[in-house]
């Protein structure tokens, strides 16, 4: 494993939360700020913050953000 793999798992970030897609319980996995994705369906969510923590479906503006900045490796 190259070092530069081992910078960009540093960056992943896990919470356990409710997946609006699948309806489950489940962990979810974050690569980038504040979008994660299931590990039970597989879909992406979007953090959402407003006096407690939900994840949310993602909008296509939101799916267009992520596309362009997936990181590289």
Not at 1 to 27: A, P, Q, R
Not at 41 to 68: A, P
Request: charged fraction near 25%; hydrophobic fraction near 30%.
């Amino acid at each position: 494993m190259s070092f530069k793999n081992v910078k960009l798992f540093n960056k992943v970030d896990t919470v356990i939360g409710h997946c609006s897609f699948c309806s489950e319980e489940t962990v979810l996995v974050a690569l980038v700020d504040d979008f994660y994705k299931c590990t039970n369906c597989g879909e992406d969510t979007k953090q959402y913050i407003n006096g407690h923590i939900r994840y949310i479906k993602l909008s296509e503006d939101d799916k267009t953000w992520l596309r362009k900045n997936q990181p590289s490796g």
